[in-house]
């Protein structure tokens, strides 16, 4: 991971932090000092799963939520089946992309 990925990488741990009111996004308990939280990937960022998808969409923020480690991560992935959840979440991605790059 080069340099600028690290800082990207940081800075959405940063704003999940603020979004997610310092909580965990899988058992809702706050983050405590010293433990260990995790970036989760939503739709995990598997070769074929990256593939199917997109790279834009598996590394955007939105497929990502702050946990903590180990059971916490593993209880926000969503199975990357064709069903209608993954489908509005991958929709959702989209449309933000859209306005991101209008502006
Ligand atoms: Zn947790």
């Not at 903590?68 to 991560?73: F, K, Q, R, T």
């Not at 929709?91 to 992309?97: D, L």
């Amino acid at each position: 991971m080069n340099l600028y990925e690290q800082d990207r990488i940081q800075q959405i741990r940063e704003n999940k932090l603020v979004e997610q009111n310092g909580k965990c996004a899988a058992c809702g308990k706050y983050f405590k000092n010293g433990e260990k939280i995790e970036l989760a990937h939503i739709l995990p960022q598997r070769r074929w799963i990256l593939k199917m998808y997109g790279e834009a969409i598996i590394h955007h923020p939105m497929n990502m939520r702050l946990t903590h480690a180990g059971d916490c991560n593993a209880r926000v992935q969503m199975s990357p089946n064709k069903s209608e959840l993954v489908m509005k979440h991958v929709q959702a991605i989209e449309e933000k992309i859209e306005e991101e790059q209008r502006c």
